[in-house]
């Protein structure tokens, strides 16, 4: 991870905005909620009459080929070529809402501007403006909204009132998508119920409130995320807009931002760089075990062990190297690709299995010619074969399964759609490197380089026992997909889709095209139970937050 800490300050508001505000208050948002559909993506656009396409009123043409914007004041429709000229030609037009998105831009600053206000007049249309049986039309039976109660469509404070008659365990809340954002709710949901994660932020160990950083005007990350955690934990059942973690995160990722849809992969990986660097922790180093203690590192950091050999004469060069995540290959051999009629895995064909997948990783492979060892025992260029093994399992480990190909060859990508077969009880002590070290010199008991019983370093049979907890999948093509996450709670699992929650059957979770696979160590699962359970009647009363 990178030692690099950003220092960044909180953007200055938009002047535009401020005097939109100070001449019209809210009642040009309101006046806009007849004009917002919620579609079944979960997302909401601007709706014009029924049979009207929005076109840009400049060159006509429509959103198929460039991004409209409607003026907040007149509601001319212009494209992203032509918003500007809009501006310049009438004054005081600044401010227009992106009709696919329903998001704030201001032309003249050119870009896009947060507004709590706007933000509520939307959601509300999302959730107040609908009825609950509206809600469960629009995405169906398998899609119901977490809303059940006609009466909790009221107000927030029946929501908090009710909660004891609540079916599902506290902490369950949608996300907004805030324009092609199911990328960072996906991953979101996932680290929010990841056992040492919620405990960390919800016993206050960061506490934005004492932050030094968010009280000298800097983006902290961090506070944000304890500002995620509270709301999520505060027992409200309204989806939630995680926008001040989109833009601290962008600040801090900048190649990234943009409302263009994202990678959930690489948003776990910046996202987990961007707390490690905020907490200002020192340079994670594996040198004579001092490693860095920040909870990105001290929930997810373990330790992969490289042995490179040499096919001459057998001796071995052994590396470690610090790991957050492990990304896994499907076996081409084993790659089942589902019906294009019934969606389906082929019967004849069988199925990837992430034990086959973890096999592959561990199995020693030849190297290439170009990659020859430098042998000190023979003094000169050899071939070599490598293999890789687990020397350390961190608490919380994240499988990748790489389901997106890039060929420099044919200068094309596609999407691998296969099934994966994984279990909820996953046992990681074939991987470890005492195992494969064992069975390539016939099981015989004794240590090699430290790896053995009395190594602290090292992990127990215990700790190899892990159970899953939530299953991040991703549908559709390579460029137009969607993220979901499943998470399991209490025995029971739950799908999370943006704003929408449903309880779903095990065989519904099973069956979805995994993209990343978050388990917990037996352990540390019992155990997050137990300091849950009083930090949870803590908090029930009230979190006093207001950036929701």
């Avoid at 960044?8 to 948002?29: F, W």
């Avoid at 190297?367 to 000190?376: H, S």
């Amino acid at each position: 991870m990178s030692a690099r800490i950003s220092i960044l300050k909180h953007p200055d508001p938009c002047t535009h905005l401020s005097d939109y505000k100070l001449r019209y208050g809210t009642d040009g948002y309101k006046s806009f909620q007849n004009m917002f559909r919620c579609f079944n993506d979960g997302r909401i656009k601007i709706k014009l009459q029924e049979t009207e396409i929005p076109r840009c009123s400049y060159c006509s043409l429509h959103h198929h080929h460039k991004r409209l914007y409607i003026c907040l004041i007149c509601r001319s429709i212009s494209c992203s070529s032509h918003l500007l000229s809009h501006t310049q030609s009438n004054k005081g037009h600044d401010l227009a809402i992106d009709v696919e998105r329903s998001e704030l831009y201001c032309s003249s600053c050119i870009d896009q501007v947060y507004d709590p206000d706007f933000d509520e007049a939307v959601v509300s249309k999302q959730v107040v403006g609908l009825s609950v049986k509206d809600v469960v039309g629009v995405r169906s039976n398998k899609k119901r909204r977490l809303l059940s109660d006609p009466q909790m469509i009221l107000g927030s404070q029946l929501l908090v009132d009710r909660r004891e008659k609540w079916s599902f365990p506290l902490g369950l809340r949608g996300l907004n998508n805030l324009g092609s954002t199911c990328f960072m709710n996906a991953v979101l949901q996932a680290l929010v119920h990841a056992p040492p994660l919620r405990n960390f932020w919800l016993s206050g160990q960061h506490n934005r409130d004492l932050c030094e950083r968010r009280s000298m005007g800097f983006l902290c990350l961090p506070c944000d995320l304890d500002v995620i955690f509270s709301a999520m934990f505060s027992g409200d059942r309204t989806p939630y807009s995680p926008a001040h973690l989109l833009y601290s995160w962008w600040q801090h990722s900048t190649t990234l931002a943009t409302y263009e849809q994202q990678d959930s992969h690489e948003f776990f990986i910046s996202l987990l760089d961007c707390i490690h660097e905020n907490e200002g922790k020192s340079k994670c180093l594996y040198k004579d075990h001092e490693e860095c203690q920040c909870i990105t590192h001290r929930a997810f950091s373990g330790l992969l062990r490289s042995d490179v050999t040499c096919t001459t004469c057998g001796s071995t060069s052994t590396t470690y190297d610090p790991f957050i995540d492990i990304s896994l290959t499907l076996d081409s051999a084993m790659d089942c690709r589902k019906s294009r009629n019934s969606g389906e895995p082929s019967v004849n064909a069988p199925m990837p299995t992430l034990s086959g997948c973890l096999d592959l990783f561990t199995r020693s492979e030849k190297l290439g010619p170009d990659q020859k060892l430098n042998c000190q025992s023979c003094g000169d260029k050899r071939e070599s074969s490598k293999q890789m093994s687990i020397r350390r399992l961190p608490p919380l480990l994240c499988l990748h399964v790489k389901r997106f190909e890039h060929s420099l060859t044919r200068k094309a990508s596609r999407k691998i759609d296969s099934y994966l077969q994984y279990p909820f009880r996953l046992n990681m002590s074939p991987y470890l490197s005492s195992s494969i070290i064992g069975k390539r010199f016939g099981n015989r008991m004794f240590a090699f380089d430290g790896e053995g019983e009395h190594d602290g370093s090292s992990s127990s049979s215990s700790s190899a026992e892990f159970e899953i907890f939530a299953v991040v999948t991703h549908s559709g093509m390579l460029a137009s997909g969607h993220y979901v996450t499943y998470l399991r709670l209490k025995g029971l699992w739950y799908r999370c889709d943006d704003a929408w929650i449903n309880e779903v059957e095990e065989e519904v979770v099973r069956g979805c095209e995994c993209y990343m696979l978050f388990y917990a160590q037996e352990r540390v699962i019992q155990k997050a139970h137990k300091e849950l359970s009083y930090q949870v009647i803590s908090m029930a009363d009230a979190f006093p937050f207001v950036d929701c």
